[in-house]
């Protein structure tokens, strides 16, 4: 309850800042501190030092599991925030809007980690979802920009559409909104209440793909990803699409319930692999950096679909290492490719002999993305592949990943190939040593989680 | 303890060399470090056993273990000796940032070191995954003209076997009682018939890619014809044993049922590849070729051996594993040396180097008898107690596998002659001056091959116990 209070209250003092304070480097320094007091919060929750609590009527939930899901998406925001605070600045004079925006959409994300009622899970993804919109158009001058927000938010209203049918559905099913297990039992349902609870529950895994960005569902995400302020695009990459894992794991958990686990043994595997063969082989051919991110980011998603697999309490702890994992690494990758003065391949050429700390940097996120030892990427698919072999899912599952995996090496490694292979002028801005600095914090988390992930996972026990 | 300090030496003496800017400093470094880690496996091959052991990731029960057996021992004496030698002998090569270039070689060592002594499955994973990366890196910055597409073959074909035996090892590891990566553990695991099966396939494929088996070898004779020489060393070396070490390590040992139920297939492929490899080898003009052909064929017989599951034949590949090491090590200085000092590496440009340098020539006989096996070499043991094993399994797969000897013979004495004898070439012409450093190494690795070919017995003993585990019951 303290993040989704804080946070709000945050927004709403971002908002007015402007009116009194118009430098944006101090615009930028209020937001960080919030941010801050934000973890402090959600940190008291966590350690039960101060809680505001009142009867949500269940309509909300708080474990142990979501609070710390909310910890380590704030930090993983303040570190966002961190690095990028200067690009943010860059976008248009609304500095402080945007922070204002950012806390808006970290309510949604803490709404998303303990709803327990379908409803708030709407509202949530509500709340996360409208933000967004705005953030995707924030260059207003750029053509694309506005074309990737208006396509989000026309396809993303559908999806919303989507889910409050499948909600609707649910509820003529069960008479509730409220995610308890008995009301979902199969066994006491009347054969038309079957019927309807399948349509709704079909409908709400269509809706929640959409927000993850899984395949078929995904046709929004590159162009979207692409469209957007390029300092934006790893937050929506990163943190909004964690929150939204986390919302789809714990509704997955009743679905799974509601139809048996052999309705989807066959549903899921057909999404997880198209997931990652759209995912992969269309990142093959992309000729930008940064669509390949994209589309990569879709691959990535194939591989924490696993998670849903085998919801058991350690399977939720893997998925916790590969967000980090991932999130950092995106972040970062974004970070160095933003100071690029355009966004294809070559402009990378050379950059080993230029630049040769920030060189290093890129390989050692590009090697966690593509889960290579000794970065957290590679504990990351591991922990998925031994979730998803717990689960009982079949060998062949775990060799397309597998496959997958292997040609996802081949467009990562085009960027270290440009780097340190090719001879050439690379296409960079000035970057200076500070910025390095701050890269090289995510790099040393991704080290140390690369050879003791437990340090993160053990705080679950 | 020590093992761990013994894996931490080249770590640290790569950190330095990639802040140190001279040049001299850091051929010292390298070389210092390379005869430290001699020294140091020599104290653990004289010790009884060493081993080290902590808890590493607590929450899935995977130990930090290091532990040294015959088998690791061996394989630590061989990278041990391989990396000093390759550094002395090549260091007065021009290389472009050459201290970059030893700390990566340094890496890979640590990496290798890792692979032979680690005795946890996910350890060994991840040393085996770190022994690549350097690789790839000093492949695709130092290598020929097409490196980089052809490491990057090189590197995506054993990722890929690699990313195979993870998911052999998360299967086996969620079958055990204990739920423990340790090979103890391992070995008590219940599966299933067709479990079994199918995760011996999935290491299988890992370590053929590596050796490699017949049909997944392709990416072989490229990838050691563009590397940086001195990586082509290593490689051949030491890196081809990672798939043979796992073999003996990890695939018999766990899978007794499915490797007898492969082994027919497995020995098939293998001697197909001998006599693919020793064929192609004759029609090579170029030396690094032939040389990478040829390995590819000495590699096969050490795999159809592997697999007889006799204890004559896993005694001739444990000697065999430290002897191929040694004879290719050495070949691989001499084609070195001559195409630094001629620029070629082409046998029909070449001719005369008995005249030339006399000394680098008789050098280049002896290597050569050791590569054709004859009597007095250590490759002669290794080899003889291999045709045995595989004479024992079927008489006819030997006989076909011997015609490879005679094929050794050809395409190696025809190289020294084409190199060797005849007028002196315009590019031989060249070689004025003796490389005393690589001349030296090649001298200690020559005595090597001619000591273990006399009095083999050190090996033998060395490996005794790695021999008794697997078939004294």
């Known amino acids: 309850m303290n993040a989704i209070i804080v946070s709000t209250l945050l927004g709403v003092v971002m908002m007015f800042v402007s009116w009194g304070i118009t430098s944006s480097k101090l615009q930028r320094s209020i937001g960080l501190f919030g941010m801050f007091v934000l973890i402090l919060a959600n940190l008291a929750q966590l350690n039960k030092w101060w809680v505001v609590d009142f009867d949500t009527k269940g309509m909300l939930a708080f474990n142990q599991i979501g609070l710390y899901v909310n910890l380590i998406l704030f930090i993983i925001t303040f570190i966002y925030l961190w690095i990028n605070g200067a690009e943010i600045d860059k976008i248009g004079n609304h500095t402080a809007d945007y922070y204002a925006i950012f806390f808006f959409i970290l309510c949604g994300v803490s709404i998303l980690t303990s709803f327990d009622n379908l409803l708030m899970l709407f509202i949530g993804i509500e709340i996360l979802s409208i933000p967004l919109y705005i953030l995707t158009g924030a260059d207003k001058k750029s053509m694309l920009s506005n074309e990737a927000s208006l396509k989000y938010f026309l396809m993303g209203s559908f999806s919303t559409g989507i889910l409050l049918l499948g909600i609707a559905f649910i509820y003529g099913a069960t008479g509730t909104f409220h995610l308890g297990l008995p009301q979902f039992n199969p066994i006491t349902r009347m054969p038309y209440e079957n019927f309807l609870m399948s349509a709704g529950l079909i409908l709400l895994f269509v809706s929640m793909n959409f927000k993850v960005s899984a395949a078929p569902f995904h046709f929004w995400t590159p162009d979207v990803y692409d469209g957007a302020p390029t300092v934006f695009t790893p937050f929506m990459a990163t943190v909004v699409k964690a929150a939204g894992f986390i919302a789809f794991i714990k509704v997955f958990e009743i679905q799974r319930f509601a139809l048996g686990y052999n309705t989807w043994v066959i549903i899921l595997p057909l999404v997880i692999v198209s997931t990652l063969l759209v995912g992969n082989i269309t990142a093959v051919f992309q000729r930008s950096v940064k669509r390949m991110l994209a589309y990569s980011s879709i691959a990535q998603v194939g591989f924490m679909l696993f998670a849903l697999y085998g919801v058991s309490e350690f399977n939720n702890t893997a998925i916790l290492l590969y967000i980090v994992a991932y999130s950092l690494a995106t972040i970062g990758v974004f970070a160095v490719l933003i100071k690029m003065k355009d966004y294809g391949f070559e402009s990378f050429n050379g950059l080993a002999k230029a630049k040769p700390a920030l060189a290093l940097l890129t390989t050692i996120f590009l090697f966690s993305l593509a889960g290579i030892p000794l970065t957290a990427g590679f504990f990351a698919k591991y922990f998925m592949l031994n979730a998803l072999l717990t689960a009982g899912a079949g060998l062949w599952l775990l060799i397309v990943a597998i496959l997958f995996a292997a040609v996802s090496v081949y467009y990562y490694f085009k960027i270290v190939q440009a780097m340190y292979f090719v001879e050439g002028e690379p296409a960079i801005h000035p970057v200076d040593k500070s910025y390095e600095y701050k890269l090289w914090l995510i790099a040393i988390i991704l080290l140390v989680l690369g050879v003791f992930p437990d340090l993160l996972l053990s705080y679950l026990y | ?473």
């Open chain 2, 1 to 473: 303890m020590f093992l761990l300090i013994f894996l931490l030496i080249p770590i640290l003496a790569a950190i330095i060399l990639f802040l140190v800017k001279k040049e001299s400093t850091g051929n010292a470094i390298a070389i210092g470090a390379g005869l430290l880690s001699l020294f140091g496996a020599v104290y653990i091959i004289t010790n009884k056993t060493e081993s080290f052991d902590v808890s590493w990731l607590a929450a899935i029960n995977s130990r930090f273990l290091l532990q040294a057996d015959g088998l690791a021992k061996i394989l630590v004496l061989l990278t041990a000796i391989t990396f000093p030698s390759i550094f002395i002998a090549t260091n007065k090569n021009h290389i472009q940032n050459k201290n970059s270039f030893l700390g990566l070689m340094l890496l890979t060592q640590a990496g290798l070191m890792g692979v032979f002594l680690a005795g946890d499955a996910l350890l060994f994973y991840f040393f085996w995954e770190l022994a690549l990366i350097p690789v790839y890196f000093l492949c695709s910055i130092w290598g020929g003209e097409k490196r980089i597409a052809i490491t990057f073959k090189f590197f995506i074909y054993t990722f890929l076997g690699s990313l195979l035996m993870l998911i052999g090892i998360v299967l086996l590891y969620s079958n055990t009682t204990d739920h423990s990566f340790l090979l103890s553990s391992f070995k008590n695991a219940h599966l299933t018939n067709a479990q079994q099966l199918s995760a011996f396939a999935l290491f299988f494929i890992a370590f053929a890619i590596k050796m490699p088996i017949f049909p997944l070898h392709t990416w072989q004779p490229d990838a050691y014809e563009q590397s940086p020489t001195a990586v082509t060393m290593v490689l051949s070396a030491v890196m081809v044993k990672m798939g043979l070490y796992g073999v003996i390590r990890w695939l018999l040992p766990l899978f007794p049922m499915a490797a007898a139920a492969h082994s027919n297939m497995v020995i098939t492929l293998s001697v197909v590849g001998i006599l693919y490899a020793s064929f192609i080898a004759i029609r090579q003009d170029d030396m690094k070729r032939l040389i990478a052909y040829s390995s590819i064929a000495h590699i096969g017989l050490m795999s159809a051996a592997l697999f007889t599951n006799t204890s004559i034949g896993m005694q001739g590949v444990l000697v065999q594993l430290f002897s191929h090491g040694i004879n290719v090590l050495g070949l691989w200085i001499i084609a070195d040396i001559i195409e630094q000092q001629t620029g070629t590496r082409s046998m029909k440009a070449l001719g005369g180097l008995a005249k030339q340098q006399p000394t680098l020539a008789i050098l280049l006989v002896g290597f050569a008898f050791a590569n054709i096996a004859l009597p007095l070499t250590n490759a002669f043991v290794g080899e003889f107690l291999m045709f045995n094993a595989l004479f024992q399994f079927n008489p006819w797969m030997a006989a076909i596998a011997g015609v490879s000897v005679v094929l050794a013979a050809i395409y190696t004495l025809n190289m020294v002659q084409k190199i060797a004898y005849g007028e002196i070439s315009q590019a031989t012409a060249k070689m004025e001056m003796p490389n005393n450093n690589a001349q030296g190494v090649l001298i200690v690795l020559l005595a090597i091959v001619f000591i273990t070919g006399i009095y083999p017995q050190p090996l033998f003993n060395i490996t005794a116990d790695t021999l008794q585990q697997m078939f004294v019951k």
